[in-house]
């Protein structure tokens, strides 16, 4: 159907004039006011619906070919925002009516959901930049789940495969992956504001005279109310505390929750491990539904907005894989530190002593997370392991499925070397993040004692509603013996191969590459070393 219909069938108004666009055919909408959600999938040729009205909506359309945007509610576009979408030639439009309204009558006219909520898919919140890749392969060698390959000289990631760690991020010397986190902008849809900075926030500043005045900093961001990660990092602590570590009855170790790379690790990887996870939510959903909660009975006339200030792109993978499922996130936008990191530099040198809150809420426990064995010290065991980084990971989780491991009751795994204070979107090295974390550690110390301020009132609450599931991407086939003629196949290839793992083709190892042929991704003749040598 023509914009011009669709516009006129919703009394709504464009903003700018283009006649080419009017009468552009769409038959997809896609509704959403976070712009992470329109980045994360493919909606082509959708018109896309928001009451969000900032130039980071325009922004994010434009990278995902969005070529018109209805505003709803009466939202009025400033002049920024008009010029930017019509220098961007992306038709702009406002209605009176509210969004609910404007999808059915959408629907109704004929439209359907868009590509991003019409197929349960597998998404990844990490995006190559194809004007900044050069295909040098640093990403492809460094990632856990080969995930990543070069193709055509620019990297492309298998959204199956990846598990968010982030170690490609932090190894681009172009900054050619770019994380798909929220900027700023998206806190001007809500009318009553909630910060969660991440504990390992708190670790980016030297010389910070007390938590309290770094979390005050982090309120004059523009929000209304601050509470710290680490209340539902102490609320799992108590809750892991109570169970019984050394009774389970097959013998084996608790696995921490807390890291989502390690979950699809283990989903990916390790699914005989999967009945050893812990069932909780992450710490930071804990919060925000606290937080949510009490905002929404305080506030019941204001649209409460709950913004997480992540450290690493694998915290968003919760936020994203539960949209759509019984397992709702409470967090509205996910924000980086690096994005953040100056102005709060500038709101500390700035602070007078009236204007510090008190605003702390948690004690040693949660602020302990951060650093590997943070968790496990919690726990009132010294029977645990504090592993860091997935090569290690790896191996602790083989010699776990060997059963080598003994007489251990937890295992605490972080995907960053040095947990969450090394997460790709922090700022500080982890080891001086780890000094900073140990002054505020001590402060709460002195203040709090070693006892928990946040307890587990209602363990049922903590469970995820959505149970971690085996997922089979390094199957070759479903079908058995298919699987076992594609595991012949490529062997006869890998031996075929130098075996040099030089990433010439795009791949990290020759065993990937053999992989990518039997899948038929990629054609044999592709392994540069063996056609050079073929032609000599």
Same mark, same amino acid.
């Given at each position: 159907?023509?914009?011009?219909?669709?516009?006129?069938?919703?009394?709504?108004?464009?903003?700018?004039?283009?006649?080419?666009?009017?009468?552009?055919?769409?038959?997809?909408?896609?509704?959403?006011?976070?712009?992470?959600?329109?980045?994360?999938?493919?909606?082509?040729?959708?018109?896309?619906?928001?009451?969000?009205?900032?130039?980071?909506?325009?922004?994010?359309?434009?990278?995902?070919?969005?070529?018109?945007?209805?505003?709803?509610?009466g939202?009025?576009?400033?002049?920024?925002?008009?010029?930017?979408?019509?220098?961007?030639?992306?038709?702009?439009?406002?209605?009176?009516?509210?969004?609910?309204?404007?999808c059915?009558?959408?629907h109704?006219?004929?439209?359907?959901?868009?590509?991003?909520?019409?197929?349960?898919?597998?998404?990844?919140?990490?995006?190559?930049?194809?004007?900044?890749?050069?295909?040098?392969?640093?990403?492809?060698?460094?990632?856990?789940?080969?995930?990543?390959?070069?193709?055509?000289?620019?990297?492309?990631?298998?959204?199956?495969?990846c598990?968010?760690?982030?170690?490609?991020?932090?190894?681009?010397?172009r900054?050619?992956?770019?994380?798909l986190?929220?900027?700023?902008?998206?806190?001007?849809?809500?009318?009553?504001?909630?910060?969660?900075?991440?504990?390992?926030?708190?670790?980016?500043?030297?010389?910070?005279?007390?938590?309290?005045?770094?979390?005050?900093?982090?309120?004059?961001?523009?929000?209304?109310?601050?509470?710290?990660?680490?209340?539902?990092?102490?609320?799992?602590?108590?809750?892991?505390?109570?169970?019984?570590?050394?009774?389970?009855?097959?013998?084996?170790?608790?696995?921490?929750?807390?890291?989502?790379?390690?979950?699809?690790? #283990?989903?990916?990887? +390790?699914?005989? &491990?999967?009945?050893?996870? =812990? /069932?909780?939510?992450?710490? @930071? $959903?804990?919060? *925000?539904?606290?937080?949510?909660?009490r905002?929404?009975?305080?506030?019941?006339?204001?649209?409460?907005?709950?913004?997480?200030?992540?450290?690493?792109?694998?915290?968003?993978?919760?936020?994203?894989?539960?949209?759509?499922?019984?397992?709702?996130?409470?967090?509205?936008?996910?924000?980086?530190?690096?994005?953040?990191?100056?102005?709060?530099?500038?709101n500390?040198?700035?602070?007078?002593?009236?204007?510090?809150?008190?605003?702390?809420?948690?004690g040693?426990?949660g602020?302990?997370?951060?650093?590997?064995?943070?968790?496990?010290?919690?726990l009132?065991?010294?029977?645990?392991?504090?592993?860091?980084?997935?090569?290690? #990971?790896?191996?602790? +989780?083989?010699? &776990?499925?060997?059963?080598k =491991? /003994?007489?251990?009751?937890? @295992? $605490?795994?972080? *995907?960053?070397?040095?947990?969450?204070?090394?997460?790709?979107?922090?700022?500080?090295?982890?080891?001086?993040?780890?000094?900073?974390?140990?002054?505020?550690?001590?402060?709460?110390?002195?203040?709090?004692?070693?006892?928990?301020?946040?307890?587990?009132?209602?363990?049922?609450?903590?469970?995820?509603?959505?149970?971690?599931?085996?997922?089979?991407?390094?199957?070759?086939?479903?079908?058995?013996?298919?699987?076992?003629?594609?595991?012949?196949?490529?062997?006869?290839?890998?031996?075929?191969?130098?075996?040099?793992?030089?990433?010439?083709?795009g791949?990290?190892?020759?065993?990937?590459?053999?992989?990518?042929?039997?899948?038929?991704?990629?054609?044999?003749?592709?392994?540069?070393?063996?056609r050079?040598?073929?032609?000599?």
């Amino acid at each position: 159907m023509k914009l011009r219909k669709i516009l006129l069938q919703l009394d709504a108004k464009a903003l700018y004039p283009n006649e080419e666009l009017m009468e552009r055919e769409y038959s997809y909408a896609v509704a959403t006011d976070m712009m992470s959600n329109v980045m994360l999938g493919n909606v082509d040729d959708s018109i896309l619906i928001t009451s969000l009205v900032n130039p980071q909506v325009i922004r994010a359309s434009e990278m995902m070919n969005i070529s018109s945007i209805i505003l709803t509610g009466g939202k009025v576009a400033d002049e920024t925002m008009i010029e930017l979408a019509q220098n961007r030639n992306i038709a702009l439009a406002t209605t009176d009516q509210p969004t609910f309204t404007v999808c059915g009558k959408l629907h109704n006219l004929g439209l359907t959901e868009g590509p991003t909520t019409g197929v349960e898919e597998n998404i990844t919140s990490i995006l190559p930049i194809d004007e900044r890749c050069k295909g040098c392969v640093h990403c492809v060698r460094v990632c856990p789940t080969e995930a990543i390959r070069i193709r055509n000289w620019k990297a492309k990631v298998d959204p199956d495969r990846c598990i968010e760690c982030g170690m490609c991020v932090k190894v681009c010397p172009r900054h050619a992956m770019k994380p798909l986190v929220d900027t700023m902008e998206i806190m001007e849809g809500y009318d009553y504001r909630i910060a969660i900075p991440s504990s390992a926030f708190l670790g980016q500043f030297d010389n910070v005279k007390s938590r309290n005045h770094l979390l005050t900093a982090i309120k004059q961001l523009g929000f209304d109310d601050v509470y710290e990660e680490a209340i539902g990092a102490e609320i799992v602590s108590d809750a892991t505390r109570r169970k019984s570590l050394a009774g389970r009855h097959d013998g084996r170790p608790l696995i921490s929750s807390g890291c989502p790379a390690v979950l699809k690790l #283990i989903q990916m990887r +390790f699914p005989n &491990l999967l009945d050893c996870v =812990l /069932e909780y939510k992450p710490p @930071v $959903e804990i919060v *925000a539904e606290i937080a949510r909660k009490r905002a929404e009975e305080e506030h019941p006339d204001k649209k409460i907005g709950v913004f997480f200030i992540a450290p690493c792109t694998s915290k968003i993978s919760f936020i994203k894989t539960s949209e759509g499922d019984e397992e709702e996130s409470h967090v509205d936008g996910m924000i980086a530190i690096t994005d953040v990191y100056r102005q709060v530099m500038a709101n500390l040198k700035s602070l007078k002593e009236s204007e510090v809150e008190n605003l702390e809420k948690t004690g040693v426990t949660g602020l302990r997370w951060t650093s590997p064995g943070g968790e496990s010290l919690a726990l009132g065991t010294d029977r645990f392991i504090a592993v860091d980084g997935i090569p290690e #990971i790896i191996e602790i +989780f083989e010699q &776990l499925e060997n059963e080598k =491991l /003994e007489n251990i009751d937890f @295992v $605490e795994a972080d *995907a960053c070397v040095g947990g969450c204070l090394g997460g790709s979107l922090t700022v500080k090295d982890p080891y001086s993040a780890r000094a900073n974390m140990k002054r505020l550690v001590d402060e709460a110390k002195n203040k709090y004692g070693g006892r928990f301020l946040n307890t587990c009132e209602d363990e049922r609450s903590l469970y995820r509603m959505k149970e971690l599931k085996y997922n089979s991407v390094l199957q070759l086939d479903d079908d058995l013996k298919v699987s076992l003629k594609k595991m012949e196949e490529m062997g006869r290839v890998l031996r075929e191969l130098p075996g040099i793992d030089c990433g010439v083709c795009g791949a990290p190892t020759c065993r990937a590459f053999a992989e990518d042929v039997v899948r038929g991704t990629m054609p044999e003749r592709a392994c540069f070393i063996n056609r050079k040598t073929q032609n000599r």
